[in-house]
C-alpha cells in the first residue's frame, strides 16, 4: 500500500500542511524535509500548548476516503510525519503502511 | 468559573479527603454528606426539587402524601432511618429510592455551585452509617450532573456506548456547552477521579481541533493518551465520544463497530 506523505507542524499556532495531497515519492518528501527538519520555526507542541494537554503520537484520523497518520519523529525538536493513506477496512494495513513510511524517514534522516 | 466546573470542584474535593472519612462538606447552610470517598446526599436551601415529590413519582400512580408521611413519622418515633423505613414499608423499591436519592444529591450539589456558595470547612461524623447501596461515586454524581437538561440525548449516548464498546474497552459520552465538555454517560471505570475522566474528554475534543484543520469530514480518531493506552474518540449527531482500550485489539473492534454502525445509520 502506498500513501500520500505529509509533514504536519504548526507555526504561530496553525497548523500547517506542508506537503500533502499528492502522490510523493519518498526521495522527493525525504528532500524537502532535510531543510525543515533544520528549522526549528516548525513547532508541534504550540497548538496542545492552546489546547490542553495532548499527545498526538500516533494519531490515526479516519477520514471518509482517506486516514491521516500522525507520528511524532522527534519529540525533542517537536517534529511529526503525517501520513496520507487511502482508506480501507483493515486498520492494521493502514498502521503497518504508516509505520513502514515513518521508518524509511527515521532512517533517511538518521 | 461557571456551575459545572464548580459543581466539579466538590467533587474533587470529596475525592481528595482520605478514603475513611464520614461526616459533612459545608457550604454555607448547604451540606454535603460523604462517606468513604463516596456521596451520600446533598441539601441546599432553596432547592427547586423535594425529596419528598421524587420519592412519589417512584411509583406509577404516585404515592400520596399522606402514606409517606406516614411513614415519616413512624420512622422518627423510632429512630428508623428513613429510607430502611420506606423500604420496609413496600413504599418504594430499593431503585426507586436509590433514584429518588441520587436526583436530590444532585440537585443540591448544582443548587451550591449554581448559588457560588463558599466552602466553609468539614464536620466529621462519628460512623458510617449510611447503606452502601445508597451512596455514588463521584464520577457518577458528575454524570448526574452533566446529564442534567440533556436526559434524552443522554439516554440515546449510553444507548451508543453499550452497542459499541466491547471487551477492555470503558467509555464516556459529553455533549459540549458554553460551560466546555460536560459528561452525560460512561460505560465502565473511565478515570480515577473526575479531574481523570474531564482531562480525558478535554483531550478528545481538542483533538478534533486539529484534526478538522487536516480534514473536517473525520468523524473518528484513534490515538495513544499519556502513553498509556489506546484512545479511540469519535462524534455523531448526538455528542461526542471516548474510549479507552487496554489493547490495539480492542481498539480495532471498537473502530470497526463504530464504522458498521455509521453505515446502519446512513442505509
Known sequence: MTGHVG????????????????????????????????????????????????????????GPREVHVVFRLDEGRDQALMCILPRDRNIGLMWQAARGIRDEVVRAHA | MRTYE????????????????????????????????????AVAPGSPVRLTDLLRSQRHPPLSRDELEACYRRCRDSGQ??????????????????????????????????????YEGFVPHQRAGYDARFVFSTVETMVGL??????????????????????????????????????????????????????LCRWAHSLFGVIGFVDDQTRVAQGVWNRECAVVTWWDASAHYVARCDTRAAATLLLSRIERREEELAA
Open chain 2, 6 to 41: 464548580r459543581a466539579l470542584d466538590i467533587l474533587a474535593r470529596v475525592e481528595s479527603m482520605p478514603g475513611d472519612t464520614t461526616g459533612a462538606l459545608c457550604f454555607g447552610k448547604a451540606r454535603v454528606l460523604v462517606q468513604g470517598g463516596a456521596i451520600c446526599w
Open chain 1, 7 to 62: 509533514l504536519a507542524g504548526v507555526r504561530d499556532g496553525a497548523l500547517l500542511r506542508v506537503v500533502s495531497g499528492e502522490r510523493t515519492r519518498l526521495e522527493t518528501f525525504a528532500a524537502l524535509l532535510a531543510p525543515l527538519f533544520a528549522s526549528r520555526q516548525v513547532a508541534w507542541r504550540t497548538v496542545f500548548e492552546r489546547s490542553g494537554p495532548a499527545e498526538l503520537d500516533d494519531l490515526m484520523m479516519f
Open chain 2, 146 to 199: 452533566g446529564a442534567r437538561g440533556h436526559l434524552a440525548r443522554a439516554a440515546l449516548v449510553h444507548s451508543t456506548l453499550a452497542s459499541v464498546l466491547g471487551p477492555d474497552t470503558v467509555g464516556a459520552g459529553f455533549v459540549i456547552d458554553a460551560d466546555g465538555p460536560r459528561v452525560v454517560a460512561t460505560a465502565g471505570s473511565v478515570g480515577r477521579g473526575v479531574n481523570q475522566v474531564m482531562e
Open chain 2, 81 to 118: 432511618p428513613v429510607g430502611e423505613g420506606l423500604l420496609a414499608a413496600g413504599l418504594v423499591s430499593a431503585q426507586g429510592l436509590r433514584q429518588a436519592l441520587f436526583a436530590h444529591t444532585t440537585e443540591g450539589i448544582a443548587q451550591i455551585a449554581q448559588a457560588e456558595q463558599t
